[in-house]
């Protein structure tokens, strides 16, 4: 098992930061021949830097084995990496037409160098955008890239139209051509792509609601951008794929019990939702937990029982009034349990009975044992808030966070480890709304587990995890199929199972993400996203585990 800090994870940059990044590290290298570079080795610098980008985006357009290719260039910095990529085409031998938004006297800088060396190299550019592309099968936007701001101007909105309606494969450079990289919205007239290779490092707006759509599938490039300038700039966002399992996953105890692969205590269920208790269980169970035991009514043990044979039960008393709910009459029972337990989870299908609402408020500051709190727990907690000011996460000043929400308080002394799972309602019940746009939402999920002293793991797509160092975590994911009631509490019960065996709650939040995210993968490749069930993505469980 590795820490997520061993897994030298790049960050996640925004719009200003990789402007900062790049201007850095032009001078960075600059300076390696004379401590005062003088303008135009700061841009020989920069162009440097181009040029490894066109490269990257030569191999991967060349790989496509598609032409002819039509590049669509403007007069930027995103101009001239389609100048290096056509002028590396054109060496290759790779059938391709530039057509340029631009004149080419408003080339400057590293643009201008990138079009000298392309048009010495026998390229030509077309200044006159054609009318439709039927004689391409490959398109590559190069025009405005990630510095681009603000509606479309006719004549691009009018070539954007054409590349759109033309049907052909679209790989975007840095960002497609319309997308707004400053206020992180796809304007009306915006390119889709089907790839786009953002340079340098991955930027949240390729894998959120808003930019998802438009950035098509992304893939990376990394440059060569200095490990100090690198650190300097780093906003503490990172993005994690499935990729990143094989090194979180813990390793087992070939020697050891049962109680040494981790004893998990569920506390879950209610005579209206047994499923979900038995569901957080069973993926308990799937996720390497060496002894699962679940705590619930007497009113739906039998049910339970007769779907699963590998858990211990824990029946607790169900008086005629108590409704088959969890009640404060419960808790000394479970806390004998407790004791244990290596990890306990507890939420999912307890209803919000008045009861249960009190028994889990007096329960959770008695635990000492790592926990994950999910669904009706969390609905418990957010009982507390009496005048929580709604809306407030919209402000600009998203930094404020609600500190002095009763929530916040009740989390920040309850004194167990714990990770929160909420999807965005209950995020909100908890701590008011989420800012508007996904791209503000890091900055806000920061404060909150900052302020309660618990990881956030915030349900969705994409889902972030955020820890109370500051760190958060994107899972770049999204899949239909796992938006269906029940998917939560199965990854509730693998991130118990997890936390059983030992792994911190970050690196237990982040792994047990990921794994949800990798069967509710494989389940959808099987099923399909109308068809997969929660109870699929349990039994792609194993697949998810095997790497």
């Known amino acids: 098992m590795s820490s997520l800090e061993s897994l030298h994870l ?61 590049i669509f260039i403007g007069g930027g ?90 049907g052909l494969p679209v790989i975007a450079a840095d960002a497609p051509t319309g997308y707004d990289s400053s206020a992180h919205v796809c304007n009306d007239i915006c390119i889709h792509a089907d790839e786009t290779m953002l340079f340098g490092f991955p930027r949240l707006d390729a894998y959120t609601k808003e930019g998802g759509p438009a950035f098509g599938n992304a893939v990376i490039a990394p440059l060569s951008y200095p490990a100090e300038i690198i650190q300097q700039f780093d906003e503490k966002v990172y993005l994690v794929a499935e990729e990143a399992i094989p090194q979180l996953l813990p390793k087992r105890d070939e020697w050891g019990d049962k109680r040494n692969q981790g004893t998990a ?56 009034n108590f409704n088959g709910t969890l009640q404060p009459q419960h808790i000394p029972t479970i806390l004998q349990r407790a004791k244990h337990a290596s990890a306990i989870a507890i939420g999912p299908g307890l209803s919000t009975n008045l009861g249960t609402v009190q028994a889990v408020i007096e329960l959770l500051p008695q635990l000492n044992t790592p926990t994950v709190i999910d669904a009706d727990a969390l609905n418990a907690i957010a009982t507390l808030n009496k005048n929580t000011a709604k809306g407030a996460a919209n402000d600009s000043t998203v930094d404020r966070a ?59 797509a994409p889902t972030y995890i955020a820890v109370p160092d500051g760190r958060v975590f994107v899972i770049p994911a999204h899949n239909s199929g796992l938006a269906k009631g029940g998917s939560g509490d199965v990854l509730t019960g693998i991130i118990a199972a997890l936390l059983a065996q030992g792994l911190p709650i970050a690196e237990a939040a982040v792994l047990g993400a990921l794994l949800h995210q990798k069967a509710g993968r494989i389940a959808r490749e099987k099923l399909g996203a109308f068809s997969m069930l929660p109870s699929d993505v349990i039994a792609s469980l194993p697949q998810a585990f095997s790497c």
Not at 103 to 109: H, M
Not at 265 to 271: D, E, F, M, T, W
Not at 420 to 425: A, E, F, I, K, S
Request: charge should be negative; hydrophobic fraction near 40%.
């Open 265 to 320: 205590l569920i506390i879950a269920g209610s005579k209206d939702m047994p499923g979900a208790a038995a569901l957080c269980t069973e993926s308990a169970l799937r996720s390497g937990a060496g002894l699962v035991t679940l705590a619930t009514t007497e009113a739906i043990t039998p049910i339970i029982q007769a779907k699963l044979s590998e858990p211990v039960f824990c029946s607790l008393e169900d008086c005629s």
């Open 402 to 460: 609600a500190t002095d929400c009763a929530a916040i308080q009740y989390l920040k002394d309850s004194q167990a480890p714990a990770i929160l799972t909420p999807h965005v309602r209950e995020f909100a019940r908890l701590f008011g709304a989420l800012p508007e746009n996904s791209c503000d939402i890091p900055s806000y999920l920061k404060n909150i587990s900052a302020s309660t002293n618990k990881v956030i793991l915030l349900k969705g």
């Open 77 to 166: 910095n995103n101009g001239g990496d389609g100048l290096v990529l056509a002028k590396l085409l054109l060496q290759s031998g790779i059938k391709s037409s530039v057509f340029s938004l631009a004149s080419t006297d408003k080339f400057k800088n590293e643009a201008k160098l990138a079009l000298d060396d392309f048009l010495d190299a026998g390229g030509t550019i077309e200044q006159k955008t054609p009318d439709g592309l039927a004689n391409f099968k490959l398109v590559v936007d190069c025009i405005l890239g990630n510095g681009a701001h603000g509606v479309l101007r006719p004549e691009f909105a009018a070539v954007v139209q054409t590349i759109n309606e033309s």
């Open 10 to 70: 790049q960050p996640v940059l925004s719009t200003k930061g990789m402007r900062n990044i790049d201007t850095a590290s032009k001078e960075f290298y600059a300076k390696q021949n004379t401590s005062e570079p003088s303008e135009k080795e700061i841009i020989q610098s920069g162009y440097t830097l181009m040029k490894e980008a066109g490269a990257a985006l030569f191999k991967f357009v060349q790989a496509k084995a598609l032409e002819p290719i039509a």
